[in-house]
């Protein structure tokens, strides 16, 4: 199964700012990654596919980028509703295979 | 508008069967292309893909839990379902039905609340 490791497990940020989660593949997985939001209590949703394309409806502070093994997620002027658990995931092979998950607070 | 909800058990004990039906809306498993996967949330290994059904019925299991699992569907009445095997305290979680949004390995563009599921004697 391909890994994924993302860094870091936990972020604290203020309001306003500007944020980075990375995910690691353990092989290439030809931009096939996935990037989901988690608020507590809730289910993963969608924000961004093929590394870098924005799912329909998510803010445009959030973007993605990456090829190869390794991936980002980048947040611009952090909002307070950007507070919630953010996972990887790639597609490339089967069985798909996710991230531990980045657990983003406000300072 | 696309929805999907989950429905099971709730608590059941070690070594029976899990079973969990997604029930959805606004697509149709009787559409080309269409699949419905399902995907747990466990404190153990986070989250964890299970398996897909496709509108053709191909399936794709995981093969961590092949041997436990069965998927299929109701096509007529937009219901997929769930099936583990002799449980155990492992298979505690919460468990998401969802679209896929590709054929064959895919993302998943659309999730059910997810249902949680407690194994326990």
């Known amino acids: 199964d391909i890994r994924m490791t993302q860094s870091p497990a936990s972020l604290s940020a203020s309001l306003g700012e500007t944020v980075n989660i990375e995910c690691l593949a353990s092989?290439?997985?030809?931009?096939?990654l996935a990037w989901y939001q988690q608020k507590p209590g809730k289910s993963p949703q969608l924000l961004i596919y093929?590394?870098?394309s924005l799912q329909n409806g998510v803010p445009s502070r959030f973007s993605g980028s990456g090829s190869g093994t390794q991936y980002s997620l980048k947040i611009n002027s952090l909002q307070s509703e950007d507070v919630a658990t953010y996972f990887c995931?790639?597609?490339?092979?089967?069985?798909?295979?996710f991230g531990a998950g980045t657990k983003l607070e406000l300072k | 508008q696309v929805s999907l909800k989950e429905s099971g058990p709730g608590i059941l004990q070690p070594f029976q069967t899990l079973s969990l039906t997604c029930s959805f809306s606004?697509?149709?498993?009787?559409?080309?292309?269409?699949?419905v996967g399902w995907i747990r949330q466990t404190s153990g290994k986070g989250l964890e893909y299970l398996a897909t059904?496709?509108?053709?019925?191909?399936?794709y299991f995981n093969p961590s839990l092949n041997s436990r699992l069965t998927v299929s569907k109701d096509t007529s009445n937009n219901q997929a379902f769930l099936k583990i095997t002799s449980v155990d305290t492992a298979d505690t979680g919460t468990y998401y039905c969802?679209?896929?949004?590709?054929?064959?390995?895919?993302?998943?563009?659309?999730w059910g609340q997810g249902v949680m599921v407690t194994v326990s004697s």
């Open positions: 093929n590394a870098n």
């Open positions: 995931q790639q597609y490339n092979n089967y069985p798909n295979t």
């Open positions: 092989e290439d997985i030809y931009s096939d």
């Open positions: 606004g697509f149709s498993l009787g559409t080309s292309n269409m699949g």
């Open positions: 059904i496709w509108w053709d019925d191909d399936k």
């Open positions: 969802t679209r896929a949004a590709l054929t064959g390995s895919s993302y998943f563009d659309y």
